[in-house]
């Protein structure tokens, strides 16, 4: 196990970084944590500026102030820093954190592509960071670190933490995907709701309590920045996948429903038994039992991604039903399932 020592959180007002900053100061290696925003508000520790932590120890905020805030940090001898910051914050930031030598876990979007013309389209957001695309390890440990030998994200310097609905949508197709078991140029329809905390911390009319509750509507239909994500972990062509997202009038929770026709006629024993495999010693997925489906009470406030399935008579019309907590195994707990393994221990350490 590699020492942790003094742990960085850059942004901890958004819902992602509370979620974070819950999880680090409840983990066994997180000895010290400082948390850094842009406004104190006069605040020396993290429950003035957010009463549910007070008992929890005085956990220090300091101000985030312009060029002085990575010296500040590396002067306190940081060994990780997470980003909870908006894309084009992070992207800077990250390259400044990594020339300090520190490791940088970021809960953005801004380093999830190896291809900076992807993330400026989809984000529409300057590339001055693409010179350190290439670097970073793309944070879904499912797939990126195996559980007996080689590990990318153990020696990583700069993790890139996917975006919450391409985790659970990933997740539910790659198994399929890598064994080639899809109908040879078939579409895949991934069907996704999430909770109004997907949508971030920042005021907007739309997701007033009034304009959310008792509502449920469709936004950024084939214009998702998480679409180029599923793509690349997918294998998926662009023409293949109609992907859709939904909005409902929760907290927090990923439903994504995916439907696919596979090339040759399958049972659902045999469609568990790939999902059971492939997932094999991977204890933040769970596979559903034969006749039961994932609901999202079951994985709000966890790390858990669930898995379940349904086959059609014919067997080869297959649902995969994917369920996930966006603040949980879509942001702040797969980031610290990402430094676990960095750390080089159990990847669920204060997971569960």
């Given amino acids: 196990m590699r020492d942790s020592g003094q742990i960085a959180v850059l942004g901890v007002t958004g819902y992602s970084g509370l979620e974070l900053a819950q999880l680090l100061l409840r983990h066994p290696s997180a ?65 400044e954190l990594l020339g300090a030598g520190l490791r940088v876990v970021d809960l953005s979007g801004a380093y999830r592509f190896k291809d900076a013309d992807t993330y400026h389209s989809w984000y529409q957001a300057p590339t001055l960071h693409k010179q350190h695309l290439a670097e970073a390890v793309y944070g879904l440990p499912e797939l990126y670190s195996t559980v007996q030998s080689e590990n990318p994200l153990s020696e990583a310097r700069l993790v890139a933490n996917p975006g919450c609905y391409a985790t659970s949508v990933i997740l539910a197709l790659r198994p399929l995907t890598q064994a080639g078991w899809l109908a040879a140029g078939s579409s895949v329809v991934a069907d996704c709701k999430s909770g109004a905390s997907g949508a971030g911390k920042e005021p907007r009319k739309d997701l007033h309590f009034v304009e959310v509750d008792e509502n449920f509507k469709a936004y950024n239909l084939f214009s998702h920045r998480h679409t180029p994500e599923i793509l690349q ?13 939904h909005l409902l009038p ?14 040759e006629k ?4 045999e469609v568990a038994t790939l999902f059971r495999q492939f997932y094999a010693g991977r204890q933040m997925v769970r596979i559903s039992a034969e006749g039961t489906l ?42 610290v399932q990402n430094w676990n393994h960095m750390l080089g221990i159990e990847e669920h350490t204060g997971l569960r």
């Fill in 250 to 263: 929760i907290s927090r929770g990923i439903l994504s429903t995916i439907y696919a026709t596979l090339g």
């Fill in 31 to 95: 000895k010290s944590v400082v948390f850094y925003v842009r406004d104190t508000q006069g605040a020396k520790c993290l429950s003035e500026l957010f009463p549910r932590f007070r008992g929890w120890g005085n956990a220090p905020v300091r101000e985030l102030p312009g060029g002085r805030s990575v010296d500040a940090i590396a002067a306190g001898s940081s060994g990780t820093a997470f980003l909870a910051t908006p894309h084009e914050a992070s992207a800077m930031l990250a390259i």
């Fill in 294 to 335: 994932p609901e999202l009470q079951h994985v709000t406030h966890t790390n858990f991604c669930d898995l379940g399935f349904a086959l059609d008579a014919s067997g080869r019309r297959l649902i995969v039903v994917s369920c996930l907590d966006n603040l949980g195994k879509g942001a702040a707990g797969q980031a």
């Fill in 266 to 269: 399958r049972n659902l024993e």
């Fill in 233 to 245: 972990h997918t294998g998926l062509l662009a023409e293949q996948l109609t992907f859709s997202t």
